[in-house]
């Protein structure tokens, strides 16, 4: 017994915690208040229209009594003029000792209220004749001077039929209201049903995807509301987790075929060395070992670089770094390593980075245009105030690269000439990469564009922070 008990307690939360439910639950019971609020406010008036209305009759019968009595004596006063109406029960004339003088028909010799000063006039509620609390009036009793002295005119109107046509009020709204709540509660239950099915919907297609099926999108209903929002949202979440989980196998699948070259040939020469006893000589490792290692330990570091900077869970050490400072160290490294012409314009520049990653970057860069260069490589330092950014324009003589393919060259693993960069320590298609994931941890952005030397463009845009020496005079270096 207690644990079917428990049981029922159980699916009562269960049913309560739905949000179908509890839309139909508190709509109710706001309605409920609100028609009980209602009630109140419309019996409320209703009793004082009532009130007022009984006022009113009173009001204006006993004022021709007081005007008729004015010049008339109260035996002398005309018959019709005391007689009951549907809305008027009493009729008294009472002088100034309180005894009644002239009344409607029957026993009305015990007055309704006492004698008033002359001129007075009092409305009276719940008036009562002594020895008679069964009835209750509503009257207005009004003092007047006659010929005869001070009389009180005392004209009622008996309260029960008011509160008879209160209770019967009262009784409509108790019946009426319930069953307004009723189809309240099924109206909103089926309503609201309706208005979370597309919610529904969205949670049993979001329940069906799985890893291997993020190409599935969750319906977006027509309705052009929160819901619809909500779907175009998510469908916009899943687009980035599929784009994601792409770039992802895309990854791993280049960084295997990556490290599997510099692998086969350390591991072909090892194994040829070992099979035939001998050692192997100089030459194979200045040639082939070291190179093909050092590439292997560069590979591994651009992969662990571009790994933090998915995760975004290694920021940036930002310190100020003297731009031209780095442009200038890469400028010489470049003319001592290689045999095309570097050309040089450099501008005192500060920015709040860090110094390594900036240098890394700029590195990629030069070393990417000097391997593509025929004979010129010019690097260009200029500082735009308006946008607040520095920039460094590295140009080569080389073919270039097609206009549709510049977005795709900035890609992980992309390689425009697969046969010349296969065989290129330096390219693993990882440079650009690399680049544009450094000027976004900076704030900035990677472009590739035509070169004013014939080959191609590669600005780097990074923000500035604290410029120092502002309008400092360019040098060429």
């Known amino acids: 017994m207690a644990l079917s008990l428990h049981r029922v307690v159980a699916g009562a939360r269960t049913r309560l915690a739905r949000v179908r439910v509890r839309l139909t639950v508190v709509a109710t019971a706001l309605l409920a208040v609100g028609l009980a609020i209602a009630a109140g406010v419309m019996l409320l008036v209703l009793h004082q229209s009532l009130l007022s209305t009984a006022d009113g009759v009173t009001r204006a019968r006993a004022s021709e009594i007081a005007d ?31 005894r009644v003088l002239v009344a409607t028909p029957g026993d009305r010799d015990v007055p309704l209220a006492a004698p008033g000063a002359a001129g007075s006039t009092r409305t009276l509620d719940d008036a009562r004749i002594a020895g008679d609390d069964d009835t209750k009036y509503r009257a207005t009793a009004r003092a007047v001077s006659t010929p005869g002295g001070v009389v009180t005119v005392i004209v009622a109107a008996a309260e029960g039929p008011i509160d008879r046509v209160l209770l019967i009020v009262a009784a409509i709204v108790a019946a009426v209201f319930p069953l307004i709540l009723v189809m309240i509660a099924v109206a909103t239950y089926v ?3 309706r208005t979370l099915a597309p919610v529904e919907r969205i949670r049993a297609r979001v329940a069906a995807i799985t890893g291997s099926g993020l190409d599935q999108r969750v319906p977006v209903p027509t309705t052009r509301d929160e819901i619809a929002d909500l779907a175009e949202t998510m469908n916009a979440m899943l687009d980035r987790l599929d784009a994601a989980h792409r770039r992802h196998v895309q990854f791993v699948g280049d960084a295997s075929h990556e490290l599997r070259s510099p692998l086969v040939t350390l591991l072909g020469l090892l194994d040829l060395a070992a099979s035939r006893g001998d050692g192997v000589d100089q030459a194979t490792v200045a040639q082939v ?21 998915d995760e975004s869970a290694t920021p940036l050490p930002m310190s100020d770094v003297d731009l031209d400072d780095v442009v200038d160290a890469d400028v010489r490294r470049l003319r001592d390593d290689t045999p095309v012409t570097v050309t040089a314009e450099v501008h005192a520049i500060r920015v709040r980075g860090d110094r390594e990653a900036l240098t890394r970057a700029l590195r990629n860069l030069t070393d990417n245009a000097v391997r593509h260069a025929r004979t010129s490589v010019r690097i260009t330092m200029s500082q735009n105030y308006a946008d607040g950014v520095a920039t460094i324009d590295v140009d080569d003589d080389g073919p270039g690269i097609p206009a549709h393919d510049r977005g795709r060259v900035i890609e992980r693993f992309t390689r425009l000439d697969e046969a010349r960069s296969r065989g290129d320590a330096g ?12 000027a976004r941890a900076h704030g900035g952005s990677l472009t590739i564009d035509d070169s004013p030397l014939g080959g191609t463009r590669a600005r780097l845009t990074i923000p500035v922070d604290g410029i120092e020496d502002a309008q400092s005079t360019a040098t060429s270096r």
């Open 68 to 98: 008729a009595l004015r010049t008339t004596p109260v035996a002398s006063l005309d018959a019709g003029v005391l007689a009951p109406t549907t809305s008027i029960d009493l009729i008294q004339v009472v002088d100034a000792d309180g």
């Open 191 to 193: 309503l609201s049903g």
């Open 289 to 309: 070992l070291l190179p093909e290692a050092r590439r292997l330990h560069d590979l591994i570091d651009d992969l662990l670089l571009l790994a933090r900077s």
């Open 427 to 438: 390219g693993s298609g990882l440079g650009l990469a690399i680049v544009t994931e450094i």
